[in-house]
């Protein structure tokens, strides 16, 4: 028999996991829109408001306000909301090895994200609606790479960190999951998803 625990839960993160989302993009149509170039308005824009956000110190209206304001712009709800959330793409291909899991382990999504993003992505994406738990960041004040939020993950998954793969694009939310005993994967694509959940047992 082997030592290493039997997984039973994994908690997988969003963008780039999930949803693709190209921030260039996004950058690109929020700079033409403000008369700047690309370059000037991610300046602007992966700043603190960009945190705040993250951590839900920010609602809709306070991230509009906060966006407009860096690009020196005034953008009513109706235009910026789907303009912020315009750089989204589903990943397909991940989905159905997602929605294979269900049942089989307890599923957690963990997410740095904001009010805006979530209420856009949450109709796009109707298995989030199947998952366990849906730790974002902006709904539990912490964020990745933070000790806090992996913990909160395992609580709702109800297990063990060595009991729980996480999965995320960012090594560095990567490593900080291994740093607390959870085992951590590098996402990259789907086929790699698959080999990985089968070195898993999954
Ligand atoms: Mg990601």
């Known amino acids: 028999m082997s030592a290493v625990p039997t997984v039973k839960a994994v908690l997988l993160d969003l963008g780039n996991v999930l949803v693709f989302h190209d921030n260039a993009l996004l950058f690109a149509r929020l700079a033409a829109r403000a008369g700047l170039e690309p370059r000037e308005a991610a300046r602007r824009l992966t700043g603190a408001g960009w945190t705040a956000a993250n951590r839900g110190l920010l609602d809709a209206e306070g991230i509009r306000q906060d966006v407009c304001g860096a690009l020196g712009v005034d953008l009513p709800m109706e235009e910026f909301?789907?303009?912020?959330?315009?750089?989204?793409?589903?990943?397909?291909?991940?989905?159905?090895?997602?929605?294979?899991?269900?049942?089989?382990?307890?599923?957690?999504?963990?997410?740095?994200?904001?009010?805006?993003?979530?209420?856009?992505?949450?109709?796009?994406?109707?298995?989030?609606?199947?998952?366990?738990?849906?730790?974002?960041?902006?709904?539990?004040?912490?964020?990745?790479?933070?000790?806090?939020?992996?913990?909160?993950?395992?609580?709702?998954?109800?297990?063990?960190p060595e009991e729980a793969a996480f999965f995320d694009d960012l090594p560095e939310f990567v490593d900080a999951a291994r740093a607390l005993g959870l085992r951590g994967h590098v996402f990259t694509d789907a086929p790699t998803f698959d080999s990985q959940l089968k070195s898993l047992g999954l």
């Open 81 to 160: 909301a789907p303009l912020w959330s315009s750089h989204f793409t589903v990943h397909d291909a991940v989905l159905p090895r997602v929605e294979g899991l269900i049942g089989r382990v307890k599923l957690v999504l963990v997410s740095n994200t904001n009010a805006l993003h979530v209420a856009y992505l949450k109709p796009l994406l109707p298995l989030l609606q199947r998952f366990d738990a849906r730790v974002m960041s902006c709904e539990v004040g912490h964020v990745k790479p933070e000790p806090a939020i992996y913990r909160l993950a395992l609580e709702k998954a109800g297990c063990a």
